[in-house]
């Protein structure tokens, strides 16, 4: 039976959701990557160990990922069950719903059918009782906000979620979002949106700004856009690259010579700083005083030990700023 590293809290800090009480590692591990079909579940496991023995606590999930939809809720629950069930109270497990999940017309997006529904089956296939964080996964433009709100709020009352969060929200959708949350007395800490140095979107709609006016929190997903923020691609495309082994996410049309130029360019950046570019895409989402997280996705335990050290070099210069914007300018 695993037993955890002792160390285990003096390896990561942790940072507050907003106003809340609730903390999260400053690095959590997503499993939309490589815990689905596509994986070895040995590695799956050797994964969560290694992001467990140091200090990470969330383990974040969506009803939808795998390949299939749902296989990473059910490797993760074999995880748990294996390994990690001791550890429940220490862990965060956080899950979604929004996306296309089944046929029919209550397979997907907002309505309140479809996200109980698609909650009681991610627990049953994780074999939990309730998860940590239960997120609305993107707005839905013809289900009322207030039934979506509804739906959240029912899942806490009823057990079966003790934080709820949004995600692919944009300010002005997080701040109406909020005001029915607030009202309802529901426990609403976190926002999870895309951000990268390649992707500024957030800064630009609002949500980092409402989120902050709020007193929320934000985790950022893709931090290393896909494996672009990476020296893996400087030399070419290797052969056991994601564009190559699963091109679900990032095509090799995405090297334009612009963007290698770019990427050469803060490779040079983050060497000056003593890290790799990983580690500074890392560390540039985390100088933000309104995030909280940066999920890394990871194919091998080497990748989470890399990412980790992203946490303890959070300061920037002004000049390493504005260099990374000039390079980064359109």
Same mark, same amino acid.
């Given at each position: 039976?695993?037993?955890?590293?002792?160390?285990?809290?003096?390896?990561?800090?942790?940072?507050?959701?907003?106003?809340?009480?609730?903390?999260?590692?400053?690095?959590?591990?997503?499993?939309?990557?490589?815990?689905?079909?596509?994986?070895?579940?040995?590695?799956?496991?050797?994964?969560?160990?290694?992001?467990?023995?140091?200090?990470?606590?969330?383990?974040?999930?969506?009803?939808?990922?795998?390949?299939?939809?749902?296989?990473?809720?059910?490797?993760?629950?074999?995880?748990?069950?294996?390994?990690?069930?001791?550890?429940?109270?220490?862990?965060?497990?956080?899950?979604?719903?929004?996306?296309?999940?089944?046929?029919?017309?209550?397979?997907?997006?907002?309505?309140?059918?479809?996200?109980?529904?698609?909650?009681?089956?991610?627990?049953?296939?994780?074999?939990?009782?309730?998860?940590?964080?239960?997120?609305?996964?993107?707005?839905?433009?013809?289900?009322? /906000?207030? @039934? *979506?709100?509804? &739906? =959240?709020?029912?899942? +806490?009352? !009823?057990?079966?979620? $003790?934080?709820? #969060? %949004?995600?692919?929200?944009?300010?002005?959708?997080?701040?109406?979002?909020?005001?029915?949350?607030?009202?309802?007395?529901?426990?609403?800490?976190?926002?999870?949106?895309?951000?990268?140095?390649?992707?500024?979107?957030?800064?630009?709609?609002? /949500?980092? @700004? *409402?989120?902050? &006016? =709020?007193?929320?929190? +934000?985790? !950022?997903?893709?931090? $290393?856009?896909? #494996? %672009?923020?990476?020296?893996?691609?400087?030399?070419?495309?290797?052969?056991?690259?994601?564009?190559?082994?699963?091109?679900?996410?990032?095509?090799?049309?995405?090297?334009?010579?612009?963007?290698?130029?770019?990427?050469?360019?803060?490779?040079?950046?983050?060497?000056?700083?003593?890290?790799?570019?990983?580690?500074?895409?890392?560390?540039?989402? $985390?100088?933000?005083?309104?995030?909280?997280?940066?999920?890394?996705?990871?194919?091998?335990?080497?990748?989470?030990?890399?990412?980790?050290?992203?946490?303890?070099?959070?300061?920037?210069?002004?000049?390493?700023?504005?260099?990374?914007?000039?390079?980064?300018?359109?």
């Amino acid at each position: 039976m695993y037993t955890a590293a002792e160390n285990r809290y003096e390896l990561t800090p942790y940072n507050r959701c907003g106003a809340s009480g609730l903390k999260l590692p400053a690095v959590s591990l997503g499993l939309w990557h490589n815990f689905g079909d596509t994986g070895e579940y040995s590695n799956m496991v050797a994964m969560c160990r290694t992001a467990f023995d140091n200090g990470i606590t969330h383990f974040d999930l969506a009803n939808n990922y795998g390949p299939a939809a749902g296989r990473a809720e059910e490797n993760f629950g074999r995880i748990l069950a294996e390994d990690l069930s001791p550890y429940r109270d220490e862990l965060i497990i956080s899950t979604k719903a929004g996306y296309y999940m089944w046929e029919g017309p209550y397979g997907e997006w907002g309505s309140r059918k479809y996200l109980l529904s698609s909650l009681d089956q991610s627990l049953k296939r994780m074999g939990l009782e309730y998860v940590d964080i239960f997120y609305h996964h993107r707005p839905d433009p013809d289900t009322p /906000l207030e @039934e *979506t709100m509804g &739906a =959240l709020a029912t899942a +806490v009352q !009823a057990g079966k979620a $003790l934080y709820v #969060g %949004l995600s692919n929200y944009n300010g002005e959708q997080l701040y109406r979002a909020a005001a029915i949350l607030h009202e309802m007395k529901v426990p609403f800490v976190i926002n999870q949106n895309r951000y990268s140095i390649f992707d500024r979107t957030v800064e630009k709609n609002g /949500l980092l @700004e *409402t989120a902050a &006016a =709020l007193k929320k929190g +934000v985790i !950022a997903f893709s931090p $290393l856009a896909q #494996g %672009l923020l990476t020296d893996r691609y400087l030399k070419g495309v290797p052969a056991d690259s994601r564009i190559v082994t699963d091109g679900r996410f990032l095509q090799e049309s995405a090297l334009t010579p612009k963007r290698l130029e770019q990427i050469t360019a803060l490779n040079e950046v983050a060497a000056a700083r003593g890290q790799t570019l990983a580690e500074m895409a890392l560390s540039w989402v $985390l100088r933000a005083d309104a995030v909280t997280s940066v999920l890394i996705g990871a194919s091998r335990p080497e990748q989470i030990l890399c990412n980790l050290k992203a946490a303890h070099n959070t300061a920037f210069t002004p000049e390493e700023l504005a260099k990374i914007d000039y390079i980064c300018a359109e």
